[in-house]
């Protein structure tokens, strides 16, 4: 099953009022319709503008009167005002779209619809949770950069546009700010705020190579073998990146090499072999690490290059920093990079 997501502006649509247009193509179960209307009824409810919500499902498995059964079920159990804005529709292809198939649509509109739906069904699927949502925008925040709008937060993190409204729902109101253009942006952020942020950014898929040689390098000597491999999908992180971005930071040396991979967990990891042979990936729990892999599956993935070495974002060096309970050197780096610093300090 796969799924896309635009934020449709038609102003002259139903209700007049911004619609989520969600595509998904080869749903299959009732689980994944429950699952889907839920987080959007999730995100509705949270977004300060009421919106509208179109879910257009090609090529499913369900049967009109099966499908209808579905979605009333669910809307029994929802609030008036949130069910009357939601539109389930099942359609063989874009060009079935039709006036009789989706209620309250003008004529007029459905030549702009389907062709937006072609344009999100081309789009690779996003499965960015609403952590990464957060940390595009402290990555804005402590960059100082432009607010950015709904649709534009969801491009950059590579969140679905629910996901992006339920993590905005997460923020607290006097952290999160709107322009006259409601353009979002962070206000501030607080100790708490950061401390929930790191903790839930830690549970991100990760793996574990120990060394079987008896003389392991140093996560220096393994950082820079990694470096002469040239690939740009691939930095460092951790403490070594954190000491890179601060060099102050007030700690003696790496516990291990961080490597950020640009990509999911299923991308191939054979490079590691190259920078030791003696590396063998063990996911035993309690087994030590010699080197630890990250994985960042957004649109961009924020590395930088500076004297032949690439080097994941700040914000990615604190979570392993976080993860690793480097708790003071984490307040460290925040003081250091934050606009107006902590605000207090951080639970262990």
């Given at each position: 099953m796969n799924s896309a997501y635009f934020d449709w502006q038609a102003s002259n649509v139903g209700n007049g009022q911004p619609t989520?247009?969600?595509?998904?193509?080869?749903?299959?179960?009732?689980?994944?319709?429950?699952?889907?209307?839920?987080?959007?009824?999730?995100?509705?409810?949270g977004d300060s503008q009421p919106k509208n919500?179109?879910?257009?499902l090609l090529g499913s498995g369900f049967t009109r009167?099966?499908?209808?059964?579905?979605?009333?079920?669910?809307?029994?159990?929802?609030?008036?005002?949130?069910?009357?804005?939601?539109?389930?529709?099942?359609?063989?292809?874009?060009?079935?779209?039709?006036?009789s198939?989706?209620?309250?649509v003008p004529e007029e509109c459905l030549a702009v619809l389907n062709q937006k739906v072609l344009h999100a069904l081309m789009v690779k699927p996003t499965t960015s949770s609403r952590e990464a949502v957060v940390g595009q925008?402290?990555?804005?925040?402590?960059n100082r950069m432009d607010p950015v709008r709904t649709a534009e937060l969801a491009e950059l993190s590579g969140a679905s546009?629910?996901?992006?409204?339920?993590?905005?729902?997460?923020?607290?109101?006097n952290c999160l700010h709107r322009d006259e253009d409601r353009r979002i942006s962070l206000a501030g952020f607080t100790a708490d705020a950061w401390q929930k942020w790191l903790a839930l950014s830690t549970d991100s898929p990760s793996v574990k190579y120990v060394d079987r040689s008896g003389s392991p390098r140093s996560p220096e000597k393994l950082a820079r073998a990694m470096a002469k491999l040239q690939r740009s999908d691939v930095a460092v992180g951790g403490v070594l990146g954190a000491m890179h971005h601060y060099p102050e930071l007030d700690i003696t040396g790496a516990p291990h090499l961080d490597i950020v991979v640009h990509g999911s967990p299923s991308t191939d990891l054979s490079f590691v072999a190259e920078l030791d042979p003696g590396l063998v990936r063990d996911d035993t729990p309690g087994a030590y690490a010699v080197?630890?892999?990250h994985f960042v599956n957004r649109p961009f993935s924020l590395f930088e290059t500076r004297d032949g070495m690439v080097w994941a974002d700040v914000l990615e060096c604190m979570v392993h920093l976080w993860d690793a309970h480097l708790i003071y050197q984490v307040e460290n780096l925040i003081r250091h990079i934050a606009p107006g610093?902590?605000?207090?300090p951080l639970g262990d």
């Open positions: 989520i247009v969600q595509v998904i193509t080869g749903m299959r179960t009732a689980r994944d319709l429950r699952s889907v209307l839920l987080e959007a009824l999730y995100a509705m409810d919500f179109l879910c257009l009167q099966r499908l209808e059964r579905e979605v009333q079920d669910l809307k029994r159990v929802t609030r008036a005002d949130l069910r009357d804005r939601i539109q389930v529709v099942n359609v063989r292809m874009p060009a079935d779209l039709r006036a198939h989706i209620p309250g925008l402290l990555y804005r925040w402590i546009l629910p996901t992006v409204y339920a993590a905005l729902k997460t923020i607290d109101s080197v630890m892999v610093g902590l605000g207090g």
